[in-house]
């Protein structure tokens, strides 16, 4: 079992900034990437950002420039940075987490936290 649990959400004007973390726990052996996934109402469910193990680093070419994704290994712990915000990113964040447990690969959610950006 693998639980995500995602934090710092809410509502900020445009231009402004907030910080996404989502730490992972469970029966992890390994973890190949993670990453941050939206969606808004009525829109399909599409990528942000995602890190590897290796940290290597893909953004949706929307938030290049303006969000950074980052990791802390020891704690298996995702940050998304999001500078200069717009409406348009107005939306359920997701974490998503790929890698290995006890039964083989899985990709394991998170709740999803709530992002609200006023005009």
């Known amino acids: 079992q693998v639980q995500l649990v995602e934090s710092g959400g809410g509502l900020v004007q445009a231009g402004g900034s907030l910080r996404l973390s989502c730490a992972a726990s469970g029966n992890i052996f390994s973890i190949n990437a993670m990453g941050w996934y939206r969606q808004a109402p009525g829109k399909q469910r599409e990528l942000v950002a995602t890190i590897t193990s290796g940290s290597s680093t893909n953004y949706a070419d929307s938030v290049k420039g303006r969000f950074t994704i980052s990791r802390d290994n020891a704690k298996n712990t995702i940050y998304l940075q999001m500078n200069s915000l717009k409406p348009e990113d107005t939306a359920v964040y997701y974490c998503?987490?790929?890698?290995?447990?006890?039964?083989?690969?899985?990709?394991?959610w998170g709740q999803g936290t709530q992002v609200t950006v006023s005009s």
């Open positions: 998503n987490l790929a890698g290995r447990g006890v039964t083989g690969r899985f990709s394991a």
